[in-house]
């Protein structure tokens, strides 16, 4: 388990990454279900649900971005082929470097890399994503009739 990494993201905004608990886990799942249900608008009406949250997190390490005791983002992590499967910021938290916190604690705790996949009509987080140093690793796919793109780290 890595250590707590607390971060000052802004002027008066500081942030705790660690990971999550268990008695956090249907916080984050609510997170996960608001906040993917309003972003991806290309995905079927309600396609993100806390249940699915709950599943993933019996398989892959959960970690929180916590400031004030507010979880304001959620990273979950497959470690075995270090892959970002879920990132997720509360509405009101983004654009303050919460997503980018996050990524750059699961790049100090991952064993190579990091691989993630992103959803062709998500423009803002590719180019979140390409902005933080992710190319593209030439494999695509289709996900419930949409196309995704696996970007990962330069080796």
């Given amino acids: 388990m890595s250590p707590n990494v607390t971060k000052a993201i802004c002027k008066t905004l500081h942030v705790t990454i660690r990971r999550a608990r268990s ?5 984050c799942a609510a997170l996960y279900e608001r906040v ?6 290309w995905r079927p009406k309600n396609w993100f649900k806390a249940e699915d949250f709950i599943d993933f997190a019996n398989s892959e390490e959960i970690y929180v971005a916590e400031s004030h005791g507010a979880i304001l983002g ?11 499967h879920s990132l997720y910021i509360d509405e009101s938290a983004q654009g303050f470097g919460i997503g980018t916190a996050l990524i750059e604690a699961a790049t100090k705790f991952a064993d190579g890399p990091l691989a993630l996949k992103v959803d062709e009509p998500n423009t803002r987080a590719r180019k979140f994503y390409e902005k933080l140093g992710f190319i593209d690793a030439h494999e695509t ?6 196309r995704w793109i696996r970007l990962k780290q330069p080796a």
Avoid: C, Y
């Fill in 36 to 41: 993917g249900n309003q972003t991806f608008t």
């Fill in 141 to 146: 796919g289709i996900d419930a009739g949409i």
């Fill in 74 to 84: 959620i990273l979950s992590f497959f470690r075995p082929s270090n892959f970002v």
């Fill in 23 to 27: 008695d956090e886990l249907k916080t």
